[in-house]
Structures are given as C-alpha cells and as structure tokens.
C-alpha cells in the first residue's frame, strides 16, 4: 500500500488538519516553510492526471480553503501551491497530492523559473491547440 493511503487509514501517523469523506489534509513530514501543507484525494490516484474529475474539483476546493486558513493563522505573506506530476518533475509519492507552501517574507527558497532558449512557438501552437 502507498505510504499516503496509510496516512489516510492512520496506519502511519501524521498531523492531520483537515478531513472529510473524501479528502485528507496534514503537515508535510519535511516542510519547506512552515505550515507547509499537503492535500490529498482519500481514494488512491497516481497524480493531478487520473484524479476522477469531481473528486479533483474537491481536493482543489479543499487546497483552496486552506490556503485561506494558513494565511489567515499563520500571517505568510504568500503561499506557493503546486502538484508535482511524474518523477521527472519531482514526484516522489505516487499517490496525487497539491502542496501548500505558505511564503514568508525574505524566504531563501523561492520556486523561480529560468528561461529556455531555441522554442519552436509556432511548432508548439501547432501541436497543443
Ligand atoms: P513530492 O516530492 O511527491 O511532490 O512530495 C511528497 C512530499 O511528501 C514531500 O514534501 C515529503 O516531505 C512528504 N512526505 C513523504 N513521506 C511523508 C510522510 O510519511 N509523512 C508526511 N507527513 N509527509 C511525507
Ligand atoms: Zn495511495
């Protein structure tokens, strides 16, 4: 079994924020800031891609009430939320979850994205439209 599902079914502990019948929410064991959160579908799915789309829409509810709890209790100045999808964009529990990284002024770690040279846009327009 995944070592979220056990979380849900309290096997292994954690510190739970927020559950209902479907979503399970609890303080990431490594936090990157504090109050860092993670948000999770109850059901087993890989990532954001194979989440059944009305329990997606809850867990991203759910991100989103909490997002305004942590900033209301915790007075961050910012929070990133982010889900990883796949190992080669920093998956490494394969089981969907929607990160909550409440910000603080002067934070170090800050998620920023560096620019790729050599875009094909056109190609690109091509193939996603
Ligand atoms: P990912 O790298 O897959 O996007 O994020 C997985 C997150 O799960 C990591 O930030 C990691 O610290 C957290 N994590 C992994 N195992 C546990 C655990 O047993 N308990 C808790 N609370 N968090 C965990
Ligand atoms: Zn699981």
């Known amino acids: 079994m995944c070592i979220f ?8 502990p954690s510190y739970c924020i927020y559950e209902d019948d479907t979503v399970f929410a609890f303080l990431d064991i490594n936090p990157t800031a504090k109050g860092h959160t993670l948000v999770i579908p109850k059901e087993h799915c890989i990532s954001f891609l194979d989440c059944p789309a ?23 100045d910012g929070i990133n939320m982010l889900s990883n999808i796949h190992e080669a964009a920093g998956q490494s529990v394969e089981h969907f979850h929607v990160h909550l990284i409440p910000r603080y002024k002067g934070d170090t770690e800050i998620i920023h994205f560096h620019e790729t040279k050599d875009i094909d846009f056109e190609e690109l327009k091509r193939k996603l439209k």
């Not at 599902?5 to 292994?12: F, G, L, P, Q, R």
């Not at 009305?54 to 961050?76: G, Y």
């Open 54 to 76: 009305t329990l997606r829409n809850h867990v991203f509810e759910v991100a989103q009430m909490l997002a305004n709890r942590l900033e209301k209790q915790l007075n961050c």
């Open 5 to 12: 599902c056990s979380i849900v079914n309290k096997e292994i």
